[in-house]
C-alpha cells in the first residue's frame, strides 16, 4: 500500500467515526443539525488543505528520492570497498585492457580475455549481440564494479589504484535513458558540473544545439522540465545530456546506446554534434546500429563475452568480417 492510500484511508476513518458520533449526538439531542452541518463543512475544507499539504509533502519526498537516486549513482557504495586513492587525471586518454575477465557470479564467465587498445582522440565502437557484456565492459572502466581479472590502464595508470570518485570525474558516460529530473534546465544542466558559470552554461546550450529551443522558453534555462514540468523529446533530451557532458568534459566518453531511442534523422543529427564537440575525446560507443558504429574510427565486435575482432571502419568492408556476419545476420532476424 503507498503513502497516497494510507492517507485516504485514514481519511475515511476518521469520517466514519465523526459521522456516527454526529449522528448519535444529534439522536440524543445534544448537537443541533445547525452545528452538525458546521462541522462537517468544515470538516471537510480541512481534509481537502490536509491532503494538499500531504501530496506536496509526497511530492517533495518524490524529488528527494529522484535526487537520491542520481546521488547514489554518482556515489555508489563500492566507494567503500574500493581500494584505489590516488587521482585519476587523463591528460591524453589511452585506454589499455588487458587479460580482463569478469563473472558476476559463480555460474558463469561474462567477460573473457578482453584485450582492447582505445588511443587518444579514437572513437571505437563495441557491437555485439545483446547479452554479449558490452554494458558490463562498460561499468568495469568506470568502476561500477571491481576488477576481478586483468587490468585496465588510463594513460598507464590502473584502475584499481585510482579513487572512484576521480574516475567518475575523468570518464564520461551517456546512456540510453537521459537522466532528467523534474527540476529547470540549468539544474539537469549542473549535474555536468556544479560550477558551471551562466556563460559555460549557454556556451554548452549552444555547441549542444539547445540555445536557440532555450531561448523560446519565457523563463529560459530557469523552465522546469521533466514530470512537473514540459515534457522534452528524445532528441531534446539527448542534447541536454550533451550539453551537460560538455560541461563535463571528461577526456574519455563511453556511450552506451545513447541514440538507439531516436529515429534514424534524429539520430543522424545528434551524431553529427557528437562528431563535432568530441573530435578531441577518446570515446567507447556501444550500439546496436550499424550506420552509428560507422561513424567510428574503429570497431571492435564482440561475441559471448569475448572480442573477436577489431578493425579501422575503412577495411570492414575488404575481408569477411564478424561486423558484416553480426549485421547480415540481424538484418535477416529483422527482416
Ligand atoms: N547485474 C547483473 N547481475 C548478473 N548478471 C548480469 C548483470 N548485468 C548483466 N548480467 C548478465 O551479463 C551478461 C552481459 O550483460 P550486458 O548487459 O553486459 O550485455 P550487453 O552486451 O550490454 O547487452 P545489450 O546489448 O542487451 O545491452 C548477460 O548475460 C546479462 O544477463
Ligand atoms: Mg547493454
Not at 182 to 208: F, P, V, Y
Not at 240 to 247: K, V
Amino acid at each position: 500500500m503507498n503513502a497516497n492510500s494510507v492517507i485516504s484511508l485514514i481519511n475515511l476513518l476518521i469520517k466514519l467515526c465523526l459521522y456516527s458520533l454526529s449522528a448519535v449526538m444529534v439522536w440524543e439531542n445534544t448537537m443541533s443539525v445547525g452545528v452538525l452541518t458546521v462541522i462537517l463543512t468544515f470538516y471537510g475544507y480541512l481534509t481537502r488543505n490536509v491532503s494538499s499539504v500531504s501530496q506536496r509533502y509526497l511530492d517533495s519526498e518524490n524529488r528527494i528520492s529522484y535526487i537520491q537516486k542520481i546521488y547514489d549513482f554518482l556515489h555508489t557504495p563500492t566507494e567503500k570497498v574500493w581500494d584505489g586513492k590516488d587521482n585519476l587525471q587523463v591528460s591524453k586518454g589511452k585506454i589499455e585492457i588487458s587479460n580482463l575477465y569478469f563473472s558476476y557470479n559463480d555460474q558463469s564467465i561474462t567477460l573473457k580475455n578482453i584485450n582492447l587498445i582505445s588511443f587518444p582522440g579514437e572513437s571505437i565502437a563495441l557491437v555485439g549481440k545483446s547479452g554479449c557484456g558490452k554494458t558490463t565492459l562498460a561499468f568495469l572502466m568506470l568502476g561500477f564494479y571491481k576488477l576481478q581479472k586483468g587490468k585496465i590502464l588510463i594513460d598507464g595508470k590502473s584502475l584499481n589504484e585510482c579513487s572512484l570518485k576521480s574516475i567518475r570525474n575523468q570518464i564520461g558516460l551517456v546512456q540510453q535513458n537521459v537522466l532528467i529530473f523534474s527540476g529547470s534546465i540549468r539544474q539537469n544542466l549542473l549535474l555536468g558540473n556544479i560550477h558551471a558559470t551562466e556563460r559555460e552554461i549557454w556556451d554548452a546550450c549552444k555547441a549542444a544545439g539547445i540555445e536557440e529551443l532555450i531561448h523560446s522558453f519565457p523563463e529560459k534555462l530557469d523552465t522546469v522540465v521533466g514530470n512537473n514540468g514540459i515534457n522534452l523529446s528524445g532528441g531534446q533530451k539527448q542534447r541536454i545530456a550533451i550539453a551537460r557532458i560538455y560541461l563535463k568534459n571528461p577526456k574519455i566518453i563511453i556511450f552506451d546506446e545513447a541514440t538507439s531511442a531516436l529515429d534514424l534523422e534524429t539520430e543522424k543529427e545528434v551524431l553529427r554534434y557528437w562528431k563535432k564537440l568530441f573530435s578531441d575525446k577518446t570515446s567507447i560507443v556501444i550500439t546496436h546500429r550499424k550506420e552509428v558504429a560507422l561513424a567510428c574510427d574503429r570497431v571492435a565486435v564482440m561475441n559471448n563475452g569475448e572480442i573477436v575482432e577489431v578493425e579501422s571502419v575503412d577495411k570492414l568492408n575488404q575481408t569477411e568480417s564478424a561486423f558484416q556476419k553480426l549485421f547480415t545476420s540481424e538484418e535477416k532476424e529483422n527482416a
